[in-house]
Structures are given as C-alpha cells and as structure tokens.
C-alpha cells in the first residue's frame, strides 16, 4: 500500500499535513490593503503621482532652473499691479519696495482718470487699427510662403529660401528701421534714383498717412520668415499617402493643397490665431518708439508707448500700472473668447474643453 504525503501508516494524517491546505487556503483569501487613491488611479488607467515623480525626477530637476526664472521674472512682479490703486511715490521711502506700503490708497481713481483721457483712447484706436491692418495683411503671409516652400521639390533651394526668409527675424528694430530709412527715405535709394532721372523723390518715413501701412510691411519682413518654422512643421508631419490618394482620385495641385493640405494646417493656424488675436493690445513698442519722431506722436502712439511714456517719463507710475493692468485683462479675455470660438469650429485651441 502506497503511503501519500503526511500520512501515517495506520491512514490518518498528520497535524501538519490538515494545518497546510488551512493555510494556503488562507494566504489565498487574505486581502491585500491598497491605498484607496492608487486604487482609483489604477483603475482608471493613470500612473500615481509618487511614481511619476520618482520616474520623472531627473527632467523636473533639468526645469526647475527655467521654473525659478520664470516665477522671477513673470510671476512675482504681478504683485506691483497694487500700486494702480495708489498714489504711488517712490521717494516716500529709502527704496521703491517699501514705498508701495507707505503710500496712500486711491481705490478706482486711475482707471477713472484713464477712462476721461482723451490720450489714452487715441492710443487704443491707433493699437486696434495696427492689429486689425497686420491680422489681415501679415497673419495669412507665412502660410503662404511655408506651402510656397513647400511645393518646392529640390530641398537645397528649399533650405535656401527658408534662411533667406527668416534671416531678418535676428535683426534688431533699430537694423529694421534703418534698413528700411536707406530704402524708403528722403535721402534713401529710391529717392535718389527717382531725382537722378528728373522725378521728384519723396519720403516714405516721414508720411504720417501711410504709417500703418509702413510698420506692417517692417513686421512682415521681420517676422514673416520665422512663422513659416511653425507651418513647415506641421506640413511635415502630413502623411504622402494622402496626397498620393488625392492624385489617384484625379486631384490636381490646388485641390490637393486644399483637401489636403490646409485641413493639416487648421489645428496649428488656430492655435496661432488664438494668440494673435490675445496679444492684440501689444502691437510692438520699439518698432513705434523709434519713428514716432518722424510722424508724430498722433499716429504712433500705440497703448505700449503710452504706458511708457506715462510710466517712465512722466513719472506717473500708478496711471501707467493701472493702463497695464487694463491692458493685460482685456487681453486674457480675448484669448478665453478666441480659443472658446476656436472649440465652436472643432479646434483644440490653446487648451482642450
């Protein structure tokens, strides 16, 4: 007779062999306790935030550099808009920081005075004018050069254009300017080719009329190259096969650049759309403050020389913070209107609903 495991001759079983199936049978119902929060996290499919953080922590240490300027630099001087509700005077106190708490409360009185400047609203019409002129003449341009760039087959001269294109985005305003003083100048080329041949010169610098006209075309040859970098990207990232099914349906050049082509550039011109159309306040400052001479103040003053001509030359520094603080509020605003307007067509925008 063949004797099994933990028994004994007579056929009864050991005390050892009836505790071990208890036991297993015990480990095997015991409940393992998880935390209720990486239960819920692995239910729903994402990584707890101790484990990402122990995963991720050498890239949170590259960018917490970058985290610090940023809060620096962008964050902790938003706690000086308190001075647009004082009357604001740095020589109360031994240094500027501790005069914001030594000078006196005025509640709403700046933005009253902005309200009943005349100056203040020239400036926002000349600002509105500026934006509305270069969204429709400078926004369109670098799509169109990047689709212009990328129709071309050979990528030498492809590379070549585009360098050529973006080159002046480095250059600064003050280049800008001159450059375009030698060209479009009383004393400039033009000028003085027409007078060599018996025509009378003329100077587009000084024209007060065509100013707007003159800004846009300096922030077109500026910057226009640079946007096309962001266009080129997203045209890149198109698959060939369908262009190749658009050929084989029978679609020529232009119904391929426009079923094809342009539905793969509506998410990235939203997104820039949305921007633009935020930053609409903030038409340049360098680019006015340097002609604003040579046509005057009445065509060149845009909300941003406004706040400094305010703020640092006159010395008017809680009109100028309340001016900006304004400013910065309309522009929040026109982001959430533009990027909601943005979901209404299907677009992702800045941020997903």
Known sequence: MSLTAGSRPDGTRSPAAVEEPTAAVATAGAKVRVPRRTAKAAKAGKVPWRVRLRRDRALILMTLPVILLLLLFNYVPLLGNVVAFQDYDPYVSSNGVTAIFHSPWVGVEQFSRMVDDPLFWDAAQNTIVLFALQLVLFFPLPIALALLINSVIRPRVRAVAQAIMYLPHFFSWVLVVTVFQQIFGGAGIIAQTLEDHGWSGFDLMTNADLFKYLVTAQAVWKDAGWGIIVFL?????????????????????????????????????????????????????????LQRDAVGVGVSEVLDTYVWNMGIQNGDFSYAAAVGLVKGAIGVCLVLGANKFAHLLGEQGVYQK
């Open 233 to 289: 990207a997203a045209l890149a990232a198109v698959s060939t096969d369908l262009y190749e099914a658009a050929a084989m349906d029978g679609a020529g050049r232009w119904r391929r650049m426009w079923h094809v082509t342009l539905p793969a550039l509506r998410p990235v011109i939203a997104l820039l759309l949305v921007l633009r159309v935020g930053d609409a306040l903030s038409v340049g400052f360098e680019q006015f403050l």
